[in-house]
């Protein structure tokens, strides 16, 4: 995997950091806007806290919820929030930098996580990815936990995510 790769997958959360500086800075929010944006963003935030109820990071391949359904479930999540902070941000500006980023940082991290997996779990994740995992049996038979996405520390994604819909409300309600 490209170093490149690998920096950009580290520095994901940081270079996040700056982008919302910048991102609410230009935004343009209406009400209307922040309210659709926030319930588009709260679905992506709903679906990445049910991956992580799922997910045991590092200690196995996870198979059940969401996984079952896509492979990066927390990704697709993250995505359907940066939808939303788009449209809560009404300026196509700041839908082109959003998509920038999670373009970008997103594919870094993947890889990574993917060159993770299949060092750690080699032949397993490949199944896994292929499909073949739970026609084989290998399914894991996890039910949801929010004890285990609390361990895996989805309280600050959701923290993020209303403190940029309070800063952008506030920005809708008095212009600034």
């Known amino acids: 995997m490209p170093d490149l790769t690998r920096r950009l997958a580290r520095l994901r959360v940081p270079l996040g950091f ?12 209406t009400r209307v806007s922040v309210v659709v944006g ?24 996870t198979s059940s919820g969401p996984y079952r359904i896509v492979a990066h479930p927390l990704y697709v999540g993250s995505s359907i929030m940066g939808a939303g902070l788009a449209v809560a941000c009404a300026s196509v500006p700041v839908a082109v930098i959003i998509a920038a980023y999670l373009g970008v940082t997103i594919t870094a991290a993947i890889r990574s996580e993917e ?21 084989d049996g290998e ?15 989805e309280y600050r994604a959701l923290s993020g995510l209303v403190a940029a819909m309070a800063l952008l409300a506030l920005k809708a309600a008095y212009g600034l």
Not at 52 to 57: S, T
Request: glycine content about 6%.
């Open 139 to 153: 399914a894991s038979t996890r039910r949801f936990a929010l004890a285990q996405a609390m361990a895996n520390r």
């Open 18 to 29: 700056a982008s919302a500086i910048v991102v609410v800075w230009l935004a343009q929010p």
């Open 115 to 135: 060159a993770f997996l299949r060092d750690r779990f080699g032949d397993r994740y490949d199944r896994y990815r292929s499909g073949r995992g739970a026609r």
């Open 38 to 61: 926030s319930l588009v963003a709260a679905a992506g935030e709903a679906l990445r806290v049910w991956a992580a109820g799922h997910l045991n990071k590092s200690r196995e391949v």
